[in-house]
């Protein structure tokens, strides 16, 4: 087993949000996945598994604590990593919430790699109140233009966006009362929102079900919201949104979501580069 350290979304080794890669994991247990991922101490850990059909290739991904069924970054992280070795172009994954092309091209900046999310829903979120408790936010601190939603592409992921930006700068949280909600409503990650305009959003993402209190940069939850502005008008295909997460982390995130009106998945863009371990 080689393991390898990527960021994603981000062309600095100190921005993005850090993923392990493993591109020959054939053979691996449950338990070992689990192992090193919670050994590497990143918010997820991809592995590559043997028996593609189809030409789509087995991945799958764990936090330092469980298995989730989709992550965005370390599919980005995982693609790139795949394109330095063999060249850009096309590729098929196969994850636990179902196939996932991405396309990886040469960008002026580096390698960039483009993922199409599995068939995304939204639905409605139910009372909130106990969220908001956990993250001490209160209701009148709401945007009421982006109501509360669950929205999902691959994971499932709550959407709350905040009336101000100094409200979603000022994130402290009951860890474990967030851990025990979300793992109740089977949410990945809460997606934290504030609209700076019509195609941009700076985001935040606790997480604390994979044992890690934020992500720096959440393609799933990306994928997610895109799916949640489709359905509340709030973006009409063609549409390009851009995403801003990290930055209250230090580590600046920089995610493209694409709307297409032909097709009503979604796509994630962003960079990746190689890092060295912590």
Known sequence: MTLLHYTAFSTDPAGGNPAGVVLDAAGMSDAEMLAVAAEVGYSETAFLMSGAADGAIPIRYF????EVPFCGHATV?????LAERVGPGELTFATPAGVVPVVVEQGPDGLRATLTSVEPYV???GDVSEALALL???SDQLDAALPPRVAYA????LVLAAATRERLAALEYDFDGLRAYMLEHDLTTLQLVWRESPTVFHVRDPFPVGGVVEDPATGAAAAAFGAYLRELGLAHPPATIQLRQGDDLGRPSRITVELRDDDNRVRVSGYAVP???A
Not at 63 to 66: D, E, I, N
Not at 77 to 81: E, G, I, K, Q
């Open 63 to 66: 936090s330092p604590q469980a």
């Open 77 to 81: 992280a995982t693609a790139v990593a």
């Open 123 to 125: 639905e409605a979120a």
């Open 136 to 138: 001490g936010w209160q």
């Open 154 to 157: 691959g994971a499932r992921h």
């Open 275 to 277: 890092m060295e371990p």
